[in-house]
C-alpha cells in the first residue's frame, strides 16, 4: 500500500515525462538508502559539499561543482558568482549592484520564466536578438563594460547564435557564459558538452533524469565561480543563504548522478521505443484520433526519447484539449501527458512509466478519446 493510498491522494500514471509539478522522477532504492544513511549522523556541511565538488567535477569534467535547489537555485547562485566574484563586500550588497557591472546578455528566443533567477540576484538582463533571428554580431554588439555574463538556454538548433560562437566571443572579453541545461539529460555525454563547448557555468536539474531528489541541481565549472557561488550559499549567509540543502540531498544527488553516469541508455532507448509500440498498438482504431511512434521538435526535453503523438479531431471528439486534460488527470486512474492545442495534438513519454503502466495508460486514453 503507497502512502499516498493512505492518505487519499490519488497517483498519477506518468506519460509526460520529468515534470516537476509531478515531482520529477522516482528515486531509486540504492539512492534512497543512501539518503536514509545521510539522515542519521551529523557532518559539517562544508566537508560534505566539498566531498560532493569533487564527484561532480569527477562526472562532468569541470574544474568543481556544487549541489544546488534545483536549476532555478544553480541559476541565482551562478549569477550571483558573476555579479561578485570572491568579493565580500558584493556579496553582502546583493541583489542591490549600484557600483558595480550588472548586466547579463540573452539571445531573445533564450528568454523564458526561469531566466527571472537572473533578475533575482540582482542581474539586469540585457536582451539581443528579434522573434525571427539572433546572431552573433547581435550578441558582440550588447557586451560592454557593464555586462556581468550571458546566459544561454541550450536548445537545439534555431535561429540564434551557437554557443561555441558566444563562448568564444565572451572569453575574448573575459566574461563568463553560463549554460541552463536542466532538462538537457540525458545523453551522459551532456554532462560535459557544454563545458567542452566554452561555457563557464552549466547548471542541470538533479530530479529529472539523473532521479536524484526532486528539489536538487548540480552547478558546474570554473572553480573560481563555484567558490564564489558556494560563498553565497548555505551554510553561509549571503544571497543563496534560503536556497538550503540538506545533507540528504548532497548525498541523494551524488549517488544519483553515479548510477545515471553508469546508466546503459542504450538498453534504455530500446526500452522506451517497446513501451511506445505498446502505448501505440493501444491506440489503433481510434474514429477520432490517430496515434504514431514520433521524435518532439519541441516542448518537454529531452528530445531524444522517443514518443507517442496523438493528434485528435477535437470537433468529431465532441471535447476540448482542456476538457481531456481534465479528464485524464481526474479520473481513474490518473493520467499525465503532454497537451499542445495549438496543434491539436497530445504526447505521450514512456521515459518514467512504471512496469504494466503502459497498457493502462493505453486503455485509459483509448475511453477518454472515444465519443460518449
Known amino acids: 500500500m503507497s502512502i499516498y493510498d493512505e492518505i487519499g491522494i490519488p497517483r498519477v500514471i506518468n506519460a509526460a515525462g520529468s515534470m516537476t509539478y509531478l515531482g520529477g522522477s522516482l528515486m531509486h532504492p540504492e539512492v534512497l538508502e543512501a539518503m536514509r544513511s545521510a539522515a ?29 535547489t534545483g536549476t532555478t537555485g544553480g541559476l541565482i547562485l551562478a549569477t550571483a558568482a558573476c555579479l561578485t566574484g570572491t568579493d565580500r563586500q558584493r556579496m553582502r550588497q546583493l541583489p542591490d549592484t549600484r557600483g558595480f557591472k550588472a548586466e547579463v546578455v540573452m539571445q531573445k528566443q533564450h528568454r523564458i520564466s526561469f531566466d527571472h533567477a537572473a533578475r533575482i540576484a540582482g542581474a539586469q538582463i540585457v536582451e539581443v ?34 554557443l561555441r560562437d558566444v563562448a568564444a566571443l565572451a572569453r575574448a572579453r573575459g566574461i563568463p557564459v553560463i549554460v541552463d541545461a536542466a532538462a538537457e539529460l540525458p545523453p551522459v555525454s551532456n554532462l560535459r558538452a557544454f563545458l567542452d563547448e566554452g ?6 536539474s538533479g530530479g529529472k533524469a539523473i532521479c536524484g531528489p526532486n528539489d536538487s541541481g548540480i552547478l558546474c565549472g570554473r572553480s573560481d565561480l563555484i567558490e564564489a557561488a558556494t560563498a553565497q550559499a548555505f551554510p553561509n549567509p549571503g544571497i543563496g543563504r534560503a536556497l538550503k540543502v540538506s545533507k540528504e540531498q548532497i548525498v541523494g ?50 528530445l531524444m526519447i522517443p514518443r507517442v503523438r496523438v493528434v485528435v479531431d477535437v470537433d468529431a471528439l465532441g471535447k476540448s484539449f482542456e476538457q481531456i486534460d481534465e479528464e485524464l488527470e481526474r479520473g481513474t486512474p490518473a493520467m499525465a501527458v503532454v497537451m499542445q492545442p495549438r496543434a491539436n495534438e497530445l504526447w505521450l513519454s514512456p521515459q518514467h512509466l512504471q512496469e504494466g503502466e503502459a497498457e493502462v495508460a493505453a486503455a485509459r486514453l483509448r475511453a477518454v478519446l472515444t465519443p460518449a
Open 40 to 68: 542519521g549522523a551529523y557532518v559539517l556541511i562544508e566537508d560534505l559539499l566539498q566531498w560532493a565538488s569533487g564527484e561532480i567535477a569527477a562526472h562532468t569534467g569541470a574544474e568543481a561543482g556544487l549541489v544546488t
Open 129 to 162: 536578438g528579434d522573434e525571427d533571428e539572433t546572431t552573433l554580431a547581435d550578441v558582440e554588439t550588447a557586451l560592454g563594460d557593464q555586462t556581468a555574463a550571458v546566459l544561454h538556454m541550450a536548445l537545439d538548433p534555431q535561429p540564434t547564435a551557437a
Open 199 to 204: 561555457a563557464d557555468l552549466v547548471v542541470f
Open 253 to 302: 544527488l551524488v549517488y544519483a548522478l553515479r548510477r545515471f553516469a553508469s546508466t546503459d541508455f542504450e538498453a534504455e532507448a530500446i526500452r522506451w521505443q517497446a513501451l511506445c509500440q505498446c502505448l501505440c498498438d493501444g491506440l489503433q482504431g481510434l474514429a477520432c484520433a490517430r496515434a504514431e511512434i514520433a521524435m518532439a521538435t519541441g516542448g518537454a526535453r529531452p
